[in-house]
């Protein structure tokens, strides 16, 4: 269990650091899930620092995350992204999951939009579909707050009562509309994984609420709300959840389909990120 006071020293280093390289603090955060990370190569002004350079960063172990930040601008918006996230099951703390979003908060950021790609429960959903996530359920079996209280952050006692901005949610349904895309938006679970779920188990998100299923965002999302930031949920719907089609499931998948979607999403995301304040 780390303490509140070195978890504040790890983030002061990682912080320090960074504020070397950069002209000024960012808007807004971006993590970028799998095979989505090509929108930062569209940040103008770029300045990349690869995760291993900076000081108490966790490193990307996945196909789909290359493991950069990368800051300057998009939209109009000074912006940070995470050119790939980590994971609990990577074998990684809860901590050092969210230490990306810790950093931001640390460093000013008022924002955090999280994209992912995510297994689809919904059957009125379809493989490319992008969804707007409107609630989450965590069964993750791990709360990223449990512990030490970092309460430079936030209260011990955090509401989620609205984990995703509802002012944000609603420019996003907008935009999709304008764009012509299906109008979605649903309840995400966060399981811990690595192994995709089991008819059984889909069976039974099913029925408690969820839309779509996937191994990360809901620990950033808690931790941003902890730390009183706005939050956007974005997800690609890269395959149908096991047992709703007659198909295994692999990684590879999910890689080709957002490789598929990827303008469509790229267009929305930019677009998007304009009218967010």
């Known amino acids: ?10 983030i002061n ?43 108490n960063f966790p490193l ?14 998009l939209s109009g918006k000074q912006v940070m992204v995470l050119q790939g996230r980590f994971h609990f099951y990577e074998g990684y703390e809860m901590h050092e999951v969210t230490f990306p979003v810790r950093l931001m908060k640390n460093m000013g950021i008022k924002g955090l939009v999280v994209t992912n790609a995510a297994g689809g429960i919904n059957v009125n959903y379809e493989p490319g579909d992008i969804v707007i996530i409107n609630d989450h359920i965590n069964l993750m079996g791990c709360n990223p707050l449990r512990g030490a209280n970092y309460s430079d952050q936030g209260a011990r006692f955090p509401d989620l009562s609205e984990a995703y901005n509802s002012e944000w949610r609603k420019k996003a349904l907008g935009i999709m509309g304008e764009l012509g895309l299906k109008v979605l938006q649903g309840v995400y679970v966060g399981v811990s994984g690595p192994s995709y779920e089991t008819p059984a188990e889909i069976r039974y998100l099913r029925t408690i609420g969820a839309d779509l299923v996937g191994m990360s965002t809901v620990p950033e999302v808690i931790v941003a709300n902890h730390g009183r930031m706005k939050v956007l949920g974005i997800s690609c719907v890269t395959n149908m959840a096991a047992g709703i089609l007659a198909q295994k499931l692999e990684h590879a998948e999910v890689i080709a389909i957002t490789s598929r979607i990827e303008k ?14």
């Open 1 to 10: 269990m780390i303490t509140e006071k070195k978890m504040t020293t790890k």
């Open 13 to 55: 280093d990682a912080r320090e650091y960074i504020s070397k390289k950069i002209p000024e603090i960012p808007e807004l955060g971006i993590v970028l899930g799998s095979g989505l990370g090509n929108l930062a190569e569209l940040v103008q002004n770029q300045i990349v620092i690869p995760y291993k350079e900076i000081p």
């Open 60 to 73: 990307s172990t996945v196909q789909g995350h290359p493991g950069r930040l990368v800051f300057g601008l």
């Open 264 to 277: 469509v999403f790229v267009s929305f995301v930019k677009k998007l990120i304009e009218v967010l304040d």
